[in-house]
């Protein structure tokens, strides 16, 4: 599959913030054949590079002293021409700004907001790296999808900071949800999640990975530590299921997204 188009906006990079890298590491690298390379302290904080086939898909870093309570979580990042005009915007629109724009040598710019709804992102303004090398075969992020409490709100607030070209999935009580992008060109959903989501959770960004046998996967997943949180369960885009790594981080599985990304296209809970 060709290298990703990462257009502004859009998901580029992923990454996982864990208590314990040692065994995030042991536990990615049996579940999608992740290969890993940490970065050097000064200069990168021991930042940690995941790859599959020789190419990065993901990160990942140790929480520090000033994160206890945070529980262990993947973030999503959208690609900005300009961090710091994408943060000032995101400040105009209702959203919080977590980590203001900074520099990481070499490879770009990076910062992490709150959306208007409450939910977390991250902003990445692309140096060298531009990105994750694969996306939608099996052990790549394949989907991003934001389950948000505040529906019209937060489809606004992706078009107004991000410059998001969106399009109504659909749009009934039951199920409303947009993309960015239409049809197989999509590359990330914005689900309606207010009739769902418990009051203690707030709106947040999931994170879908490819494989290539859902049930296969959770059972493989199960055996190194993980914890079923829905599924597998068929949808009319893949065989999908919902985890918790060994230290807790949720994340989501989809079979059969070798054909496009928007294959992967959404989950409810």
């Given amino acids: 599959m060709p290298t990703p188009d990462h257009t502004n906006g ?10 314990d890298t040692g ?13 890993f390379e940490t970065g050097d302290q000064e200069k990168y904080g021991g930042y940690i590079m995941a ?4 190419k990065p898909v993901a990160g990942m870093m140790q929480k520090d002293g000033t994160m206890a309570g945070m529980p262990d979580i993947w973030s ?8 710091a005009a994408t943060v000032q915007a995101a400040a105009r629109h209702g959203g919080q700004v977590y980590l203001e724009p900074m520099d990481v040598p070499d490879q770009g710019r990076m910062a992490m907001i709150a959306d208007a709804t409450g939910a977390s992102i991250g902003v990445w303004q692309p140096g060298e790296m531009k990105g994750y090398g694969l996306a939608a075969e099996p052990g790549t992020p394949a989907w991003h999808e934001l389950h948000t409490k505040d529906y019209g709100t ?10 998001w070209d969106t399009d109504v999935m659909s749009d009934t009580p039951d199920f409303r949800y947009t993309t960015l992008g ?6 990330a959903g914005i689900m309606d999640a207010a009739g769902y989501l418990p009051a203690e959770v707030p709106s947040n960004w999931q994170v879908y990975f490819a494989v290539a046998d859902a049930d296969a996967a959770v059972e493989k997943a199960v055996a190194t530590g993980a914890r ?8 009319p885009f893949g065989r999908l299921a919902t985890l918790a790594d060994p230290t807790g981080a949720m994340f989501k599985i989809i079979e059969d997204t070798a054909t496009s990304g928007a294959a992967a296209r959404p989950q409810g809970t």
């Fill in 154 to 163: 937060a489809v606004k607030f992706y078009q107004d900071v991000f410059g």
């Fill in 23 to 35: 065994k995030a590491k042991a536990f990615y690298g049996e579940l999608f054949g992740w290969t």
């Fill in 51 to 54: 790859a599959k086939d020789g």
């Fill in 10 to 19: 859009a998901p580029c990079w992923i990454d996982l913030m864990t208590s």
């Fill in 182 to 187: 239409a049809g197989d060109d999509a590359k």
């Fill in 76 to 83: 999503t990042y959208l690609r900005s021409d300009d961090a």
């Fill in 228 to 235: 079923v949180v829905d599924g597998p369960e068929d949808s």
